[in-house]
């Protein structure tokens, strides 16, 4: 029953940190494609670069790599468990 606990705070806090590294990464993104658009000469209105620059950074590595928040963590307490009880 404490493992359930300990795994169910640490993916509270887990979700916590994903979500601040989340919306941190994506105002980093608008703030870089604001200040391309700003840089340069281009035809479509500042709102549809940045907001075409947002969808792609939505398909990007980058967000995906976020994720690691919940795998890394919790890979190593399952191998903890595992070592401590079986190794």
Do not use: C, T
């Amino acid at each position: 029953m404490a493992l359930v606990r300990l795994l169910f705070i640490a993916f509270v806090v887990l979700s916590i940190v994903y979500l601040s590294l989340s919306l941190y990464s994506r105002a980093k993104a608008r703030d870089r494609l604001e200040a391309e658009w700003d840089a340069g000469e281009f035809d479509i209105p500042r709102d549809a670069y940045v907001r075409a620059g947002l969808v792609a950074y939505d398909g990007s590595l980058r967000r995906k790599l976020i994720l690691g928040v919940y795998v890394v963590p919790m890979s190593l307490v399952g191998l903890i468990v595992y070592l401590v009880n079986f190794a």
